[in-house]
C-alpha cells in the first residue's frame, strides 16, 4: 500500500462501511470454525494492517499480529498487545504453533502465493484452521488495486489451486460481497476506463445515511453464508485445514 494511505486506511478500517461489515462476516464464519473461546488457543493474523479486526479476533484466544509495514505496525500498537514486523513468506514463529491463522485480503499483496500459503501451512497446529479473505475477479481490477499494491485477483480456481499445492485441505470456499457486486463492478469498470490521479475506493465520499445501508446490505450476507456458499461476490472466502488433518465433521455439518 502507498505510505500515505496508510492515515486514511486506519480512519477507514474503524469506520466505513466495508470493514464494519466485513468484520460481522468473518466473525460469523470464525464462530463456525472455533469452539467457545479458549485461554490455551493461539491465534495469528498476518497483514494486521492497523488493527481493527486483530481486537476482534483477539477476544477469540491468545492473539498475535504480524505485518511488515512499521507505519501500520505504530498505527496497531494502540489496539494490540503482541505484534511482531515479519514478511509472510519468512514468519519468526515454530512449526505447528497456532490454532487458528487468519490471512485477510493479504494474500494478493505478496508476489510469490505459494510460498506464503505454504509457510502458514508451517506454522499451523495439524487440528489449526486457516481463514482467508482475497480479492476476486482479476476484470474488476481497479486504481484501488494499484494503490494497495496488488498483484492479482483471484477465482475460485485459482485459490483452490494455490492452497491444495500448498497443502492445505478445503473446507469451504465462497464468494461474498454479493447483493453488491453489480454496483461495485461497474464501479470499477468505470473507474479503470476513466483513471486519471490513483484513487483509493476508501476515498470516495459516502454520505452518512448511505454508508449505513451499504452496511446493513453487505453484513446481511453473514446469515447466508452460515448455511451456503455464495456463487458470485467481489470477493472469495476460504477456510481450511492442513491437509493430513481430518475433519471433524463434514463440510456440510460445519457450515
Keep these: 500500500m502507498e505510505q500515505a494511505f496508510y492515515a486514511e486506511y486506519a480512519q477507514a478500517e474503524q469506520n466505513h462501511w466495508w470493514f464494519a461489515a466485513r468484520r460481522r462476516i468473518l466473525e460469523g464464519v470464525l464462530r463456525k470454525c472455533l469452539k467457545p473461546p479458549a485461554n490455551d488457543r493461539s491465534v495469528l493474523e498476518v497483514g ?32 494490540l498487545l503482541r505484534l511482531v514486523a515479519a514478511r509472510l513468506e519468512q514468519l519468526p514463529f515454530s512449526d505447528a504453533a497456532f490454532d487458528a491463522i487468519f490471512a485477510c485480503d493479504v494474500l494478493e499483496h505478496v508476489r510469490d502465493d505459494a510460498s506464503a500459503l505454504a509457510e502458514l501451512r508451517r506454522v499451523c497446529h495439524p487440528k489449526g484452521c486457516l481463514i482467508l479473505t482475497v480479492p476476486a475477479f482479476d476484470w474488476l481490477w481497479s486504481p484501488h488495486d494499484e494503490i494497495n499494491h496488488h498483484h492479482r485477483r483471484y477465482t475460485r ?24 457486486f453489480a454496483p461495485i463492478a461497474l464501479a470499477r469498470l468505470f473507474s479503470a476506463r ?29 446469515a447466508l453464508l452460515a448455511r451456503w456458499n455464495l456463487p458470485i461476490g467481489v470477493s472469495l472466502l476460504a477456510v481450511a485445514s492442513p491437509h493430513e488433518a481430518a475433519p471433524d465433521k463434514t463440510d456440510d455439518e460445519r457450515f
Design 157 to 180: 480456481r485459482r485459490l483452490s489451486i494455490a492452497l491444495g499445492q500448498a497443502g492445505w485441505r478445503i473446507q469451504r470456499m465462497s464468494y461474498f460481497n454479493t447483493f453488491l
Design 194 to 222: 476513466h483513471a486519471g490521479r490513483a484513487r483509493s475506493d476508501l476515498a470516495r465520499p459516502i454520505p452518512h445515511a448511505l454508508s449505513r445501508v451499504l452496511e446493513a446490505i453487505f453484513a446481511s450476507e453473514r
Design 48 to 79: 494486521t494492517g492497523t488493527g481493527h479486526l486483530g481486537q476482534m479476533l483477539s477476544r477469540y484466544g491468545w492473539f498475535v499480529g504480524s505485518d511488515l509495514n512499521w507505519t501500520a505496525l505504530e498505527y496497531a500498537k494502540h489496539r
